[in-house]
């Protein structure tokens, strides 16, 4: 869900009003990430300070939080700390493109409305490894019997006999 952020965005307009954005959005709102997620638990801390450089707009700020990605080599949980600034020239041209000094990253609009949740889906992509793992070891290499926790050891048994069980009562009638 979005938290007080708005879902589409005129990047000119909010450059005129050097608007300041400000608020939290779930993870499960990116629905792009999920390739990479474990779970969708958790959410992102944005903060977007928008202004005019020269005669595009721009974005400057941050954007951080926790995920749990999935790791490549043992596709376990893997918790991941997004951590990354953001500076975007939104162009509309090749020329305004060129034009950008370096340090912005540019980004060709081509309508006035953009999806907001689309431009921070795209930083946490670009800011990802592309191949997540865990850095010292994987759980893959741990006896089997530690990776399953207790609750799933007592749910499994429980679930053939509570079927069997409805089957006998279902007889019974
Ligand atoms: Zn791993």
């Given at each position: 869900m979005l938290d007080q952020l708005p879902e589409l965005i005129d990047p000119v307009v909010f450059a005129e009003r050097h608007?300041?954005?400000?608020?939290?959005?779930?993870?499960?709102?990116?629905?792009?990430?999920?390739?990479?997620?474990?779970?969708?638990k958790g959410e992102l801390?944005?903060?977007?300070?928008?202004?005019?450089e020269g005669k595009v707009p721009v974005i400057e700020g941050r954007i951080e939080g926790h995920l749990t990605?999935?790791?490549?080599?043992?596709?376990?949980?893997?918790e991941w700390f997004v951590d990354?600034?953001?500076k975007i020239g939104m162009v509309q041209t090749i020329e305004q493109a060129d034009r950008l000094t370096e340090?912005?990253?540019?980004?060709?609009?081509?309508?006035?409305?953009?999806s907001l949740p689309?431009?921070?889906?795209?930083?946490?992509?670009?800011?990802?490894?592309?191949?997540?793992?865990?850095?010292?070891?994987?759980?893959?290499?741990?006896?089997?019997?530690?990776l399953v926790e207790p609750k799933e050891i007592e749910q499994k048994p429980d679930n053939p006999f509570a079927v069997l069980?409805?089957?006998?009562?279902?007889?019974d009638q």
């Amino acid at each position: 869900m979005l938290d007080q952020l708005p879902e589409l965005i005129d990047p000119v307009v909010f450059a005129e009003r050097h608007s300041h954005l400000l608020g939290h959005l779930s993870v499960r709102r990116l629905s792009r990430l999920a390739d990479f997620l474990f779970d969708k638990k958790g959410e992102l801390k944005i903060d977007l300070q928008f202004y005019k450089e020269g005669k595009v707009p721009v974005i400057e700020g941050r954007i951080e939080g926790h995920l749990t990605l999935t790791c490549q080599s043992c596709l376990q949980a893997l918790e991941w700390f997004v951590d990354k600034p953001v500076k975007i020239g939104m162009v509309q041209t090749i020329e305004q493109a060129d034009r950008l000094t370096e340090e912005f990253e540019p980004m060709m609009v081509s309508d006035n409305k953009m999806s907001l949740p689309g431009i921070i889906e795209d930083e946490v992509l670009i800011s990802l490894p592309d191949y997540p793992r865990h850095e010292n070891k994987c759980l893959q290499y741990e006896p089997a019997e530690k990776l399953v926790e207790p609750k799933e050891i007592e749910q499994k048994p429980d679930n053939p006999f509570a079927v069997l069980a409805t089957l006998k009562n279902t007889g019974d009638q």
